[in-house]
């Protein structure tokens, strides 16, 4: 069955970076684009970013911009999400989400079950 | 604050229908498809409506979409107890080149 399985959160200091993973099964990964999506501690849902199943056209929201990196190993079917100078208003649980198919018809199909980030010193 | 409007709580009676609203632009909701999520307390949100108005295998014939114009909405109808969830709604925003989320409804069983 489909699986998406994020790690990677934790504890960081305010400027501080960290790499989230999304492992992914159940599904071709090449085949698929997958976001991101957080929701701070009581708050509602975010999108963050997006990474296309194939080519180079990534998006991310402006409220993170010039402070991610995402990228693609699909030799282990993961994606990553590279986050730098970290504020406390980053501090959320992220999700990853795949995206249905490719001309958008079906998005956010399956979610993974999300990795905490907190931002405090 | 999101480009998507929904009122932050809705509440029916079990049996009631209950519509929940969702308010954008001509970026987003009027050219886009529009996505619908239901969500527990502490799990993950779960897609409940994709482009517009269909609905993902195994998700109850009671949830229904609809779009017109800038605006979508969820209806539910036949509630019952285990429907109280918070539910948001996603689409694409041609402007700001991105995905947008509402900003949340938390529906009340009464």
């Known amino acids: 069955q489909v699986q998406l399985v994020e790690s990677g959160g934790g504890v960081v200091q305010p400027g501080g970076s960290v790499r989230l993973s999304c492992v992914v099964s159940?599904?071709?990964?090449?085949?698929?684009?997958l976001h991101w999506v957080r929701q701070a501690p009581g708050k509602g849902l975010e999108w963050v970013a997006f990474?296309?199943?194939?080519?180079?056209?990534?998006y991310h929201a402006d409220t993170v911009e010039g402070r991610i990196t995402i990228s693609r190993d699909n030799a282990r079917n993961t994606m990553y999400l590279q986050m730098y100078g970290l504020r406390v208003e980053d501090s959320a649980v992220y999700y990853c989400?795949?995206?249905?198919?490719?001309?958008?018809?079906?998005?956010?199909?399956?979610w993974g079950q999300g990795t905490l980030v907190t931002v405090s010193s | 604050q999101s480009v998507l409007t929904q009122p932050p709580s809705a509440s029916g009676a079990p049996g009631q229908r209950v519509s929940i609203s969702c308010s954008g632009g001509s970026s987003n909701v009027k050219g886009n498809y529009v996505y619908w999520f239901q969500q527990f307390p502490g799990t993950a949100p779960k897609l409940l409506i994709y482009a517009n108005s269909q609905r993902p295998s195994g998700v109850p014939d009671r949830f229904s979409g609809s779009k017109s114009g800038t605006s979508a909405s969820l209806a539910i109808s036949g509630l019952r107890s285990e429907d109280e969830a918070d539910y948001y709604c996603a689409t694409w925003d041609d402007s700001l080149n991105g995905w947008v989320i509402g900003g949340g409804t938390k529906l009340i069983v009464l």
């Open positions: 159940g599904f071709t990964f090449t085949s698929y684009g």
């Open positions: 989400v795949r995206r249905g198919d490719n001309s958008g018809w079906n998005d956010f199909d399956y």
């Open positions: 990474s296309p199943h194939v080519g180079s056209n990534k």
